[in-house]
């Protein structure tokens, strides 16, 4: 994202860097009122956790203008992911916010991972993976369905680069199976 950003000028809104420390500055004051309000209650110290979500705007990037980053750790590419993982809760803020504000175009990385190895995750963890995030996005999508003014969305899921061809094939069939999309409907016409 940095290389892609420094590639041309940002001309509508702060650069990234600028950004980011705008960010880091605001999660400090707000940590630090809620330290004030809840002194006893301080796990979090100045640092996001597993499930935040921080919002970046961009002009310079030709198929994006707002990146959504959900903070993960190392273990979300390890272990097997359940509907009440902090991520799901994260993925979950996103598409809410997009509900919102009436963003219609979402990218989102079906294994919630960028790169993946092929001895840490094999054919049946990313299937799980994917019918997981598959039956997630589509449960908040209808949970948030009764107050969208945009009546039609667009969601594109995207695979890492070293994915295996069975495995794109597999969640590609999901897709009809999960989402359950309709043929048209033709009307006969009499003569």
Not at 74 to 92: I, Y
Not at 101 to 127: A, D, K, M, Q, Y
Request: proline share 4%.
């Amino acid at each position: 994202l940095f290389k892609a950003c420094e590639r041309s000028p940002e001309l509508h809104f702060s650069n990234l860097i600028s950004q980011l420390e705008k960010i880091k500055a605001l999660l400090k004051t707000t940590l630090r009122s809620k330290r004030v309000e809840n002194a006893a209650d301080d796990k979090h110290g100045t640092q996001l956790t597993v499930g935040d979500v921080y919002i970046t705007r961009h002009s310079n990037l030709g198929a994006a203008q707002i990146i959504f980053h959900l903070v993960s750790d190392e273990s979300l590419s390890q272990m097997d992911l359940t509907s009440r993982h902090a991520c799901m809760d994260g993925l979950r803020n996103i598409i809410r916010v997009c509900h919102e504000f009436g963003i219609t175009t979402i990218s989102v990385p079906l294994l919630l991972v960028t790169e993946i190895s092929p001895e840490l995750h094999n054919e049946s963890w990313c299937l799980r993976r994917a019918e997981m995030v598959f039956k997630s996005v589509k449960g908040f999508m209808i949970e948030f369905a009764k107050y969208a003014s945009t009546p039609q969305y667009t969601i594109q899921f995207y695979l890492p680069e070293n994915i295996d061809t069975s495995v794109f094939h597999h969640c590609s069939d999901m897709i009809p199976a999960i989402f359950q999309t309709t043929g048209p409907l033709f009307a006969d016409r009499k003569k």
